[in-house]
C-alpha cells in the first residue's frame, strides 16, 4: 500500500447566479485552469469548495423575489451550462489522470435537488455522490432536499470521507467516518457573500485531533470570509493551506498513513468496546 498521496486542495472564485450562463462558465473555465496546475504539481486527488461551480442566492432563486425570499425556482437555472461544465470538467480530470472531487448541484425529478460532492475519478467517471445532510435553515427551508448517508470512496489505498456546507459543525459525522476507518475527511464550504467565518477553521481542525484523521477543507476566494483553503494533519496543524489575501489557488502537500492515525482509532475502538460492551 503507497504511504503517501499528493493531495491538492483549490480556493476558487464562487458565483451565486445560476441563471447567468457567462457565470457559468467562467466559474467552470477557473476550475478546469485549477485542476490542471493541480496536476502539473503531481495531485492525485483534487479537492474543489462548496459553490465551485455555483453558489445559488436564496435571494436570486427566489420564487418571490428578489424583494421577498420564498420557495427556490429550480426552473430559472441555467441546467443545460451547468451540465456542460460539469461534464468538461469530468472529462478533464479523466485525460489529466486525477481523481476530483467537485460539489455541484444534484437534480431530483419530483423534489428540490440535493446539495452535493461528486467524486470523479481518474478515468473521467462519477462513481459516487455525497448530498449535504445537516441544511441550514434557509437551505431546509427554500433550496434543497437533505442527504441521508454519509459516503467514502478509495484512492491509491486512502479512503477519505465527504461533508458540505454546515456539516463542519456536527462532530457526529466525523466520528461516523471515523468508525468507517477513513484517512481523512474533504469538507467543502461556501462563504460566498458573508464574512468572519474563522471559526469553521477551528471546527476543522478540532475534527482532525478528534478523530486523529486529515482535513482538506476547501472555500472560496473570499477574503471577506476569513478562511482559506488548506490541508490539516491528525494533529490539528496545518499542513499547507491557500494564500491569506483569499486568491484563487491551488496548493497541494502530502497526505501520508501516520502511525498516529491507527493508534488513535484503535485506542477509540477499544474504549468504546469496554463502554458500550
Not at 23 to 31: I, P
Not at 185 to 208: N, P
Request: hydrophobic content about 40%; some cysteine.
Amino acid at each position: 500500500m503507497p504511504e503517501v498521496l499528493a493531495i491538492s486542495v483549490a480556493q476558487s472564485t464562487v458565483h451565486q447566479d445560476p441563471t447567468d450562463p457567462s457565470l457559468l462558465r467562467s466559474s467552470g473555465a477557473e476550475v478546469r485552469s485549477l485542476l490542471k496546475q493541480a496536476a502539473a504539481a503531481g495531485a492525485r486527488l483534487v479537492h474543489f469548495t462548496e459553490g465551485a461551480l455555483s453558489f445559488p442566492s436564496k435571494v436570486i432563486m427566489s420564487s418571490l423575489g428578489p424583494d421577498e425570499i420564498g420557495p427556490s425556482d429550480w426552473t430559472k437555472a441555467d441546467w443545460k451550462v451547468l451540465q456542460e461544465e460539469f461534464d468538461s470538467i469530468v472529462k478533464l480530470s479523466g485525460e489529466l489522470g486525477v481523481w476530483t472531487v467537485l460539489p455541484s448541484i444534484h437534480q431530483l425529478p419530483d423534489a428540490r435537488p440535493h446539495n452535493s460532492m461528486y467524486v470523479v475519478s481518474d478515468q473521467g467517471k462519477v462513481v459516487a455522490r455525497y448530498d449535504e445532510r445537516m441544511l441550514s435553515t434557509t437551505k431546509i427551508t427554500w433550496m434543497y432536499t437533505p442527504g441521508s448517508a454519509p459516503v467514502t470512496f478509495a484512492v491509491d489505498g486512502f479512503r477519505f470521507g465527504l461533508a458540505l456546507g454546515l456539516d463542519v459543525l456536527f462532530p457526529e459525522l466525523f466520528t461516523e467516518y471515523d468508525r468507517l476507518g477513513v484517512d481523512g475527511v474533504l469538507v467543502s464550504y461556501s462563504t460566498a457573500g458573508v464574512s468572519h467565518h474563522e471559526h469553521i477553521a477551528v471546527q476543522a481542525r478540532g475534527c482532525a485531533v478528534n478523530n486523529t484523521c486529515w482535513i482538506s477543507l476547501a472555500v472560496p476566494a473570499n477574503p471577506e470570509g476569513g478562511l482559506q483553503s488548506g490541508v490539516i494533519d491528525p494533529r490539528g496543524a496545518w499542513a499547507i493551506h491557500a494564500p491569506t489575501d483569499g486568491s484563487p489557488a491551488v496548493v497541494t502537500t502530502d497526505v501520508r498513513h501516520e502511525d498516529v492515525t491507527q493508534v488513535g482509532r484503535t485506542f477509540r475502538q477499544r474504549t468504546r468496546e469496554r463502554v458500550n460492551g
